[in-house]
């Protein structure tokens, strides 16, 4: 076990311990333990209703997810790539992604209901955004003097694309990835609070209005485990696919 995973355990150990410690002097009804969590994990793994609400949940992110990433990075692309594109859409970007999505709820439920169509609009919205600017400024930010190396040896504008401009952009992108999964994730609750009585965002609004304190800490928990399973991937790929950055040597 490298040194790292050694802390990472330890911190959490002690994180744990210090939780535990203080949530049991305190009243159930305010908050709760991770004994008391894990109890109530069991049981609603147990009916069945964790794995019905999450997995309606999981489909609303996965359709956001990736559909942001296709039209993230081809749009941002085209604004970092292409001067014209970048002159007419700049403001509107910006616009866009300045606005509170919180705020457009309301008017997204009124166009397209409370079913999933109108989930995977609102977590797409939260998750465009990082995607989108960090491939811009990926590809904006390409070295270039290496750009006019490759020009000088005849390269075409397929090569170029191909062995400079999207390896260089491929870490931005990640990183707007990884920016992306903590933004569809908030996003992915409040579309569940505003659009249905369905997903991890309805269990929590659920068990708060019945005070069931532990119960209602089994999705906020899961959420933020699935969120550090998505962000740890985002990494595993990036160095599958962009080993020069040694990620992990540096962390």
């Not at 333990?33 to 609303?60: F, K």
């Not at 989930?119 to 400024?137: A, C, G, Q």
């Not at 694309?161 to 992108?173: D, E, G, V, Y």
């Not at 119960?215 to 485990?225: A, C, E, G, S, Y």
Request: overall charge positive; hydrophobic content about 55%.
């Amino acid at each position: 076990m490298s040194q790292r995973a050694k802390v990472r355990i330890f911190s959490l150990i002690v994180v744990l311990l210090v939780w535990e410690y203080y949530g049991r002097s305190v009243n159930p009804i305010l908050f709760t333990y991770p004994s008391a969590i894990a109890r109530a994990l069991v049981g609603l793994v147990a009916t069945g209703e964790l794995q019905s609400y999450m997995t309606e949940s999981l489909v609303v992110l996965t359709y956001a997810l990736i559909s942001s990433i296709v039209a993230g990075v081809l749009f941002g692309v085209a604004m970092g790539r292409f001067s014209t594109v970048e002159w007419a859409t700049e403001i509107y970007v910006n616009a866009l992604y300045s606005t509170p999505m919180v705020a457009v709820v309301p008017l997204i439920v009124l166009w397209f209901g409370f079913k999933v169509p109108a989930k995977v609009i609102i977590v797409f919205l939260f998750m465009i955004f990082p995607v989108l600017l960090n491939t811009y400024e990926g590809v904006k930010n390409v070295d270039r003097n290496l750009q006019e190396v490759a020009r000088s040896f005849c390269s075409t504008e397929r090569q170029l694309w191909r062995h400079l401009i999207i390896p260089s952009a491929i870490p931005f992108i990640v990183a707007g990835v990884r920016l992306a999964i903590g933004r569809g994730l908030v996003g992915m609750i409040v579309a569940e609070f505003y659009t249905s009585i369905t997903g991890l965002g309805y269990m929590i609004v659920r068990y708060a209005n019945a005070f069931e304190t532990d119960k209602l800490f089994v999705p906020i928990v899961v959420v933020m485990v699935l969120g550090i399973g998505l962000m740890s991937l985002a990494r595993w790929i990036e160095v599958r696919i962009a080993p020069w950055r040694n990620i992990e040597g540096k962390e």
